[in-house]
Structures are given as structure tokens and as C-alpha cells.
């Protein structure tokens, strides 16, 4: 069975702080990793990580994938009260061209005070 | 607009009474998903479509249906709804091949 845990599972920090949220991962076919933000409605999608794309940043925030030790993390420097979310790590499961079954971690609750 | 879109968004029903959930998509689509999200277990697939008259379970299948008749379309059904199905159910849809999966805005459900 497919199992994705994350850490922390909840972080409260000052604006200004960085934080580094972390993803690990057993899977029987692994695909890629996802990660998503999720605020007060549904999960809007933040990055996807495959073995031909270990890194990735937009802005403030960046994640990576290590393979070896089956984990990601997800980097945000500076924080903003903006930030305050539920970050969620999904790991893709599928053969093909294209991924079909979705794992979700628990999430991380990240609380960013002003 | 491109989106995805639920009804009902709340429904409060009875344990037994057969339901339907709908989701449709204006993306064209091939990826479509159902997913349930309960405090402390994140988010849970319930089943996924890869295209028309294409379906595969996720890991909570147990208790639900679904059918991919047309492309733009995912009902999600609960034949005989217990209580331990009250939670919050979010369509999600991506196409073939691309990062973005673009989730709708869920469906608040109790079974009482």
C-alpha cells in the first residue's frame, strides 16, 4: 500500500521566518510528487517534482526532490501571513504517459503570525 | 471560465437514502478524480477516471460509485450513505499529461 507522510504536522512562525516542510514517501511505482496549497476552499496546486525535474522554485518558495531517500521538501523564505495554509504532499502512482492514482500526506497546517 | 464545479455544495441526508454528487469540468479534460478530506487523514482518492468509460479505484472505494459516460462529466454516488461518509468531497480535473490538477469547490456532506 502506497504511504505518504509529511512533517511537521502543524508550524506556527513569524512573518520573515523560513520554514521547510517535509514529505517521505513509499511507493510501489513511484511517478512524480506534488505539492499543494490549500487554504480556506480547495487545494490549488503549487509544484510537480520527477525524476527529470528534482527542483523547483517559484518566488519564495522551492521544493526538491531526493530520490534516494525517497523525500521532498518544501522551502518558503520570508515568510508572509499569506503563507498561512494547509501544505499537502501527493505522491502519483502510474505506468503510461501519465499519472492516475493520487496518495495524499496528512498535510502540514503552517501558521505564519504577523 | 475555466473550472470545475460541485453540487450540491452542502447536503444533509440519511443514512440509506441513495445520493449523487456531480461534477462537471469545462477543460475538456481526460483526467478526472473524486477525493474525500477528513480532519487528520488529509486528502483520500476515491476514484479516478483516466477517460470515457475508463475507471480505477483510489484508496477509499469502498461504499462509492462512479461513471465517466461523457468527457466533462464525473458523478460521484453513494448507493446507501452510512455516517461514517459525512465529510468533504472534492472533483478534481487535469488534462492528460499536464502538472495542474484544478480541483472544484467541494461538497460539504453529513449522513445522519
Known amino acids: 500500500e502506497d504511504k505518504v507522510v509529511q512533517s511537521p504536522l502543524s508550524l506556527v512562525v513569524h512573518e520573515g521566518d523560513t520554514v521547510t516542510l517535509n514529505c517521505s514517501y513509499e511507493?510501489?511505482?513511484?511517478?512524480?510528487l506534488l505539492w499543494y496549497k490549500q487554504e480556506k476552499k480547495a487545494p490549488t496546486f503549487l509544484f510537480m517534482l520527477?525524476?527529470?525535474?528534482i527542483e523547483k522554485k517559484s518566488g519564495r518558495l522551492s521544493s526538491i526532490l531526493d530520490k534516494k531517500e525517497l523525500s521532498s521538501i518544501l522551502n518558503i523564505t520570508a515568510t508572509q501571513t499569506g503563507d498561512s495554509a494547509i501544505y499537502l504532499c501527493?505522491?502519483?502512482?502510474?505506468?503510461?504517459?501519465?499519472?492516475?492514482?493520487?496518495?495524499f500526506g496528512q498535510g502540514t497546517i503552517l501558521t505564519v503570525h504577523p | 471560465e475555466a473550472q470545475v464545479t460541485q453540487n450540491p455544495r452542502y447536503l444533509i441526508t440519511v443514512t440509506g437514502k441513495k445520493l449523487t454528487v456531480t461534477c462537471s469540468q469545462n477543460?475538456?479534460?481526460?483526467?478526472m478524480s473524486w477525493y474525500r478530506q477528513d480532519p487528520g487523514l488529509g486528502l483520500r482518492q476515491i476514484y479516478y477516471?483516466?477517460?470515457?468509460?475508463?475507471?480505477d479505484k483510489g484508496d477509499v472505494p469502498e461504499g462509492y460509485k462512479v461513471s465517466r459516460k461523457e468527457k466533462r462529466n464525473f458523478p460521484l454516488i453513494l448507493e446507501s450513505p452510512s455516517p461514517n461518509q459525512t465529510s468533504l468531497y472534492f472533483c478534481?480535473?487535469?488534462?492528460?499529461?499536464?502538472?495542474?490538477?484544478?480541483f472544484g469547490p467541494g461538497t460539504r456532506l453529513t449522513v445522519l
Open positions: 478534481a480535473s487535469r488534462a492528460t499529461g499536464g502538472d495542474t490538477q484544478y
Open positions: 511507493v510501489t511505482n513511484f511517478r512524480s
Open positions: 520527477t525524476s527529470s525535474g
Open positions: 501527493a505522491v502519483a502512482n502510474a505506468g503510461g504517459t501519465s499519472y492516475g492514482k493520487l496518495t
Open positions: 477543460m475538456n479534460h481526460e483526467y
Open positions: 477516471s483516466m477517460n470515457v468509460e475508463v475507471t
